[in-house]
């Protein structure tokens, strides 16, 4: 991992397995299933839904300030606790999870490298048992938007033909389909990508056992094919910012990029967003 820019926010299944009696360390399970967390999860690990515990249930946004705190302190985690995430299918949504922690300025966050995948590929023990905590009395010091895209900052940044990553299938990106591959139900009126955007699936950026590619492998992709350079001003989106929060974290550690925004808004905002530009092959 030395290789990468930021080494220091991946650890690996051993590092997770020695640290898991640590009173500092929470270790978080999100998944895009949200069952797997009931069949089993690593010991001492806490739940976060992304979809009920992260998401506004009314407006189309992240909880307020007040209920990330409500939720971190339940759940047992300080302001200066070391919460590493993992979860299902190459880290999708735990590197979400991530990105949302960061989003409200939680310092101390990790991700382990191969996630769910690679702790059950190692025969690794699982338990049903569910933690219980005391609470903390967590407090949100800063809201960091400066890693958020909304819609008006992705029409200027397309205006100055400045760099943005699809991270979505390449139907996706080509209009062919107007939603993700077996989720018919999340589509957009429109198909296609914003003008100007390269295509880079965000499962890219990982090998078969789920752990991140060699930052040689990720600047051959981002860097090399892509035209990507540092110092260029990113944003990224998918479908509703979860696989673009991936790439996201890909960019701004792995590869060390300073200026890197995830839309979160993405496709289901702007394929059904009026008179916005639509691209297609």
Known sequence: MTEYVHPEVLVSTDWVSGHLSDPNIKVVESDEDVLLYEVGHVEGAVKIDWQTDLQDQLVRDYIDRTKFEKLLSEKGIANDTTVVFYGDKNNWWAC??????????????????????????????????????????????????SIRAFRDDVVKHMEAKKPLIDV?????????????????????????????????????????????????????????????????????????????????????????????????????????????????P
């Open 96 to 145: 979400y999870a991530y990105w949302v922690f960061k989003l409200f300025g939680h310092e101390k966050a990790l991700v382990m490298d191969g996630g769910r995948q690679k702790w059950v590929a190692e025969g690794r023990p699982f338990t049903k048992d569910v933690p219980d905590y005391p609470k903390t009395a967590y407090k949100v010091s800063r809201v960091d938007e």
């Open 168 to 280: 979505r299938s390449p139907k996706e990106f080509t209009g062919e389909l107007l939603h993700m591959e077996a989720y018919p139900q999340e589509g957009a009126l429109r198909g296609g990508h914003i003008p100007g955007a390269k295509n880079v699936p965000w499962a890219t950026a990982v090998k078969e056992d789920g752990t991140f590619k060699s930052a040689d492998d990720l600047k051959a992709i981002y860097m090399d094919d892509k035209g990507l350079k540092k110092g260029d001003d990113v944003i990224a989106y998918c479908r509703i910012g979860e696989r673009s929060s991936h790439t996201w974290f890909v960019l701004t550690y792995l590869l060390g990029f300073d200026n890197v925004r995830n839309y979160d808004g993405s496709w289901t905002e702007w394929g059904n967003l009026v008179k916005a530009p639509i691209e297609k």
